[in-house]
Protein backbone atom coordinates (compact mmCIF):
# COMPACT_ATOMS: atom_id res chain seq x y z
CA UNK A 1 0.00 0.00 0.00
CA UNK A 2 1.19 3.98 -0.55
CA UNK A 3 0.61 6.39 2.22
CA UNK A 4 1.27 9.89 1.70
CA UNK A 5 3.97 11.33 4.59
CA UNK A 6 4.46 15.15 5.20
CA UNK A 7 7.00 16.52 7.80
CA UNK A 8 6.84 19.81 9.80
CA UNK A 9 9.14 22.12 11.39
CA UNK A 10 12.44 20.94 12.51
CA UNK A 11 11.79 17.08 11.35
CA UNK A 12 11.08 18.68 8.29
CA UNK A 13 14.54 19.84 8.00
CA UNK A 14 15.92 17.12 9.45
CA UNK A 15 14.67 14.90 6.41
CA UNK A 16 15.51 17.57 3.89
CA UNK A 17 11.99 17.64 2.21
CA UNK A 18 8.13 18.37 3.25
CA UNK A 19 6.57 15.58 2.03
CA UNK A 20 6.67 11.94 -0.18
CA UNK A 21 4.91 9.41 -0.70
CA UNK A 22 6.15 5.82 0.06
CA UNK A 23 5.28 1.94 -0.13
CA UNK A 24 4.59 -0.23 2.94
CA UNK A 25 3.21 -3.60 3.46
CA UNK A 26 -0.34 -4.20 4.09
CA UNK A 27 -1.72 -4.01 7.67
CA UNK A 28 1.64 -1.97 8.53
CA UNK A 29 0.88 0.87 11.62
CA UNK A 30 2.91 4.42 12.65
CA UNK A 31 5.72 2.12 14.55
CA UNK A 32 6.26 0.56 11.35
CA UNK A 33 6.72 3.50 9.01
CA UNK A 34 8.21 5.75 11.72
CA UNK A 35 11.13 2.61 12.31
CA UNK A 36 11.55 3.14 7.89
CA UNK A 37 12.66 6.90 8.54
CA UNK A 38 14.49 6.53 11.70
CA UNK A 39 16.91 3.82 9.64
CA UNK A 40 16.81 6.34 6.85
CA UNK A 41 17.32 9.13 8.91
CA UNK A 42 18.76 8.61 12.44
CA UNK A 43 18.35 12.13 13.72
CA UNK A 44 14.89 11.03 14.40
CA UNK A 45 15.24 8.78 16.86
CA UNK A 46 16.89 11.90 18.96
CA UNK A 47 13.33 13.35 19.17
CA UNK A 48 11.38 9.62 19.67
CA UNK A 49 10.23 11.34 22.98
CA UNK A 50 8.18 13.95 21.43
CA UNK A 51 7.52 13.97 17.82
CA UNK A 52 3.35 13.79 17.60
CA UNK A 53 1.58 11.49 14.39
CA UNK A 54 -1.82 11.91 12.64
CA UNK A 55 -3.30 10.37 10.13
CA UNK A 56 -5.87 12.04 7.88
CA UNK A 57 -5.62 15.02 10.40
CA UNK A 58 -6.82 13.15 13.55
CA UNK A 59 -3.74 12.39 16.35
CA UNK A 60 -2.90 9.08 16.44
CA UNK A 61 -0.49 6.53 18.59
CA UNK A 62 2.25 4.45 17.48
CA UNK A 63 -0.01 1.32 17.38
CA UNK A 64 -2.50 3.01 14.59
CA UNK A 65 -3.03 0.95 11.73
CA UNK A 66 -2.64 2.14 8.43
CA UNK A 67 -4.43 2.07 5.01
CA UNK A 68 -4.38 2.45 1.22
CA UNK A 69 -4.03 6.31 0.63
CA UNK A 70 -3.59 7.29 4.10
CA UNK A 71 -1.77 11.04 5.03
CA UNK A 72 0.33 10.61 7.77
CA UNK A 73 2.18 13.18 9.07
CA UNK A 74 5.53 13.61 11.43
CA UNK A 75 4.98 16.66 14.20
CA UNK A 76 6.54 18.33 16.13
CA UNK A 77 5.18 19.54 19.39
CA UNK A 78 3.14 23.00 18.71
CA UNK A 79 5.05 26.17 19.38
CA UNK A 80 3.07 27.00 22.71
CA UNK A 81 3.25 23.40 24.17
CA UNK A 82 0.36 21.89 26.67
CA UNK A 83 -0.73 24.78 28.97
CA UNK A 84 -1.43 23.71 32.91
CA UNK A 85 -4.48 26.26 33.07
CA UNK A 86 -6.80 24.71 30.76
CA UNK A 87 -10.12 24.62 33.05
CA UNK A 88 -11.22 21.25 32.89
CA UNK A 89 -14.59 22.11 32.93
CA UNK A 90 -16.41 25.96 32.30
CA UNK A 91 -19.61 27.02 33.50
CA UNK A 92 -21.52 25.69 30.37
CA UNK A 93 -24.81 25.82 28.20
CA UNK A 94 -26.15 22.87 26.35
CA UNK A 95 -24.79 21.96 22.65
CA UNK A 96 -25.65 24.74 20.04
CA UNK A 97 -27.00 22.87 16.60
CA UNK A 98 -24.92 22.37 14.03
CA UNK A 99 -25.96 25.37 12.27
CA UNK A 100 -26.06 27.58 14.69
CA UNK A 101 -22.38 26.65 15.88
CA UNK A 102 -21.25 26.82 12.30
CA UNK A 103 -22.53 30.53 12.53
CA UNK A 104 -21.06 31.24 15.68
CA UNK A 105 -17.53 30.60 14.54
CA UNK A 106 -14.87 31.92 12.39
CA UNK A 107 -11.62 30.24 11.91
CA UNK A 108 -9.09 31.55 9.34
CA UNK A 109 -5.30 31.18 8.55
CA UNK A 110 -3.30 34.37 7.02
CA UNK A 111 -0.62 35.69 5.65
CA UNK A 112 -1.88 39.08 6.07
CA UNK A 113 -2.07 41.58 8.92
CA UNK A 114 -4.46 40.23 11.19
CA UNK A 115 -7.27 42.98 11.68
CA UNK A 116 -8.35 42.33 15.34
CA UNK A 117 -10.95 45.41 15.22
CA UNK A 118 -12.30 44.02 11.61
CA UNK A 119 -13.20 40.62 13.35
CA UNK A 120 -14.21 41.90 16.45
CA UNK A 121 -16.89 44.14 14.17
CA UNK A 122 -17.77 40.76 11.95
CA UNK A 123 -18.83 38.70 15.30
CA UNK A 124 -20.63 41.10 17.46
CA UNK A 125 -24.26 41.48 17.62
CA UNK A 126 -26.54 43.78 19.70
CA UNK A 127 -27.67 41.46 22.08
CA UNK A 128 -23.80 41.70 22.97
CA UNK A 129 -22.89 42.96 26.54
CA UNK A 130 -18.84 42.57 26.07
CA UNK A 131 -16.39 41.59 23.62
CA UNK A 132 -12.91 40.32 24.70
CA UNK A 133 -9.79 40.28 22.02
CA UNK A 134 -6.92 38.15 22.89
CA UNK A 135 -3.81 39.48 20.71
CA UNK A 136 -0.62 37.66 20.85
CA UNK A 137 2.05 39.95 19.39
CA UNK A 138 5.84 39.15 18.38
CA UNK A 139 8.38 40.02 20.94
CA UNK A 140 12.42 40.93 20.47
CA UNK A 141 13.85 38.58 22.35
CA UNK A 142 13.83 34.95 23.30
CA UNK A 143 16.09 34.64 26.97
CA UNK A 144 18.53 36.86 26.26
CA UNK A 145 18.38 36.64 22.75
CA UNK A 146 17.49 39.65 20.15
CA UNK A 147 15.03 38.63 18.10
CA UNK A 148 15.21 39.90 13.87
CA UNK A 149 11.71 38.29 13.15
CA UNK A 150 9.56 35.35 13.09
CA UNK A 151 8.34 32.61 10.46
CA UNK A 152 4.77 30.59 11.44
CA UNK A 153 4.07 27.52 9.62
CA UNK A 154 1.11 25.36 9.77
CA UNK A 155 -0.52 21.88 8.74
CA UNK A 156 -2.85 24.31 7.11
CA UNK A 157 -6.10 21.36 6.60
CA UNK A 158 -5.34 20.26 10.05
CA UNK A 159 -4.94 23.67 11.77
CA UNK A 160 -8.30 24.62 10.71
CA UNK A 161 -10.10 22.06 11.78
CA UNK A 162 -8.77 21.94 15.38
CA UNK A 163 -9.14 25.59 15.59
CA UNK A 164 -12.74 24.94 14.47
CA UNK A 165 -12.69 22.36 16.98
CA UNK A 166 -11.69 24.53 19.93
CA UNK A 167 -14.76 26.95 18.98
CA UNK A 168 -16.89 24.42 19.61
CA UNK A 169 -15.51 23.18 22.55
CA UNK A 170 -16.16 27.02 24.24
CA UNK A 171 -19.60 27.05 22.91
CA UNK A 172 -20.38 24.15 25.12
CA UNK A 173 -18.18 24.94 27.88
CA UNK A 174 -19.31 28.54 28.23
CA UNK A 175 -21.89 30.40 28.16
CA UNK A 176 -20.69 33.00 25.09
CA UNK A 177 -22.18 34.36 21.53
CA UNK A 178 -19.33 33.65 19.09
CA UNK A 179 -15.73 33.14 18.69
CA UNK A 180 -12.98 34.43 16.13
CA UNK A 181 -9.96 32.65 15.98
CA UNK A 182 -7.11 34.15 13.35
CA UNK A 183 -3.51 33.14 13.07
CA UNK A 184 -0.39 34.27 11.05
CA UNK A 185 1.80 32.45 8.66
CA UNK A 186 4.52 33.58 7.27
CA UNK A 187 7.37 36.07 8.21
CA UNK A 188 6.29 38.33 10.90
CA UNK A 189 8.04 41.57 12.09
CA UNK A 190 8.59 43.05 15.41
CA UNK A 191 5.17 43.68 17.24
CA UNK A 192 3.39 42.42 14.77
CA UNK A 193 0.14 39.91 15.95
CA UNK A 194 0.55 36.10 15.65
CA UNK A 195 -2.53 35.26 16.78
CA UNK A 196 -6.31 37.01 17.61
CA UNK A 197 -8.70 35.05 19.72
CA UNK A 198 -12.41 36.97 19.94
CA UNK A 199 -15.24 36.23 21.89
CA UNK A 200 -18.46 38.33 22.31
CA UNK A 201 -20.81 37.52 24.90
CA UNK A 202 -23.82 38.87 27.46
CA UNK A 203 -21.38 39.25 30.07
CA UNK A 204 -17.49 40.34 30.31
CA UNK A 205 -16.87 37.10 33.28
CA UNK A 206 -17.62 34.10 30.14
CA UNK A 207 -16.08 35.92 27.11
CA UNK A 208 -13.03 36.62 29.19
CA UNK A 209 -12.61 32.79 30.57
CA UNK A 210 -13.58 31.79 27.22
CA UNK A 211 -10.94 33.82 25.31
CA UNK A 212 -8.42 32.05 27.85
CA UNK A 213 -9.72 29.04 27.47
CA UNK A 214 -9.09 28.99 23.83
CA UNK A 215 -5.50 30.79 23.32
CA UNK A 216 -4.41 28.02 25.77
CA UNK A 217 -5.71 25.40 23.73
CA UNK A 218 -5.28 26.35 20.85
CA UNK A 219 -1.23 26.37 21.95
CA UNK A 220 -2.05 22.82 23.07
CA UNK A 221 -3.66 21.13 19.84
CA UNK A 222 -3.22 23.44 16.77
CA UNK A 223 -0.66 22.41 14.73
CA UNK A 224 1.35 25.19 14.06
CA UNK A 225 4.79 25.60 14.57
CA UNK A 226 7.28 29.16 14.55
CA UNK A 227 11.12 29.88 13.73
CA UNK A 228 12.94 32.50 15.73
CA UNK A 229 15.73 34.45 13.77
CA UNK A 230 18.40 36.07 15.54
CA UNK A 231 21.82 37.31 14.19
CA UNK A 232 23.72 34.35 14.67
CA UNK A 233 21.55 31.99 13.20
CA UNK A 234 17.47 31.04 14.21
CA UNK A 235 16.29 28.24 15.75
CA UNK A 236 12.70 26.13 15.95
CA UNK A 237 10.56 26.76 18.71
CA UNK A 238 8.51 23.78 20.48
CA UNK A 239 6.73 23.02 23.17
CA UNK A 240 6.10 20.02 25.39
CA UNK A 241 4.96 16.97 24.17
CA UNK A 242 0.74 17.46 25.03
CA UNK A 243 0.13 13.79 26.30
CA UNK A 244 -3.84 15.21 25.44
CA UNK A 245 -3.22 15.81 21.66
CA UNK A 246 -2.61 11.83 20.82
CA UNK A 247 -3.58 8.37 22.46
CA UNK A 248 -1.06 6.41 24.04
CA UNK A 249 0.41 3.33 21.75
Not at 38 to 43: E, K
Not at 58 to 82: N, Y
Not at 144 to 152: G, I, K, N
Request: charged share 30%; proline share 6%.
Amino acid sequence: MQVHVLFFGMLKDIVGRPEERVVLDDGSDIARLYELYTARFPRLAEHARSILFSRNREFVGRTERLQEGDEVAFLPPVSGGASKNVPEEGSGKSAPSEESAESAIVTRLTRDPIDARALSEQLKRAQDGAVVVFEGIVRNHSGSRATLYLEYEAYEPMALEKMREIGQEILQKFPVDRVGMAHRLGRLEISEASVVIVVTSAHRRPAFEACRYGIDRLKQIVPIWKKEYFADGSVWVEGEPNPCAVPTP
